[in-house]
């Protein structure tokens, strides 16, 4: 069983819509997402494990809608 990363980006009114970044691994073994800023954007990175334990990484747009 896998379990979903979620995303907000806020507004300066407060608010703002969650979204799906993607699938993990629910077990230990996936660690934790980690996220830096990229000038308005942001990086998430997590890892796939598995045979080879892949990264992945998604820049998401801060005009992501």
């Known amino acids: 069983e896998g379990a979903v990363v ?10 703002g819509d969650k979204f799906v970044i993607g699938g993990i691994d629910k077990t230990r073994a996936s660690g934790f997402p980690r996220t830096a800023a990229v000038g308005n954007d942001f990086l998430v ?8 334990s892949n990264i992945r990484t998604l820049l998401v747009s801060s005009k992501h809608k």
């Open 6 to 15: 979620h995303g907000r980006l806020w507004k300066r009114s407060g608010s």
């Open 45 to 52: 990175v997590w890892t796939e494990p598995g045979s080879g």
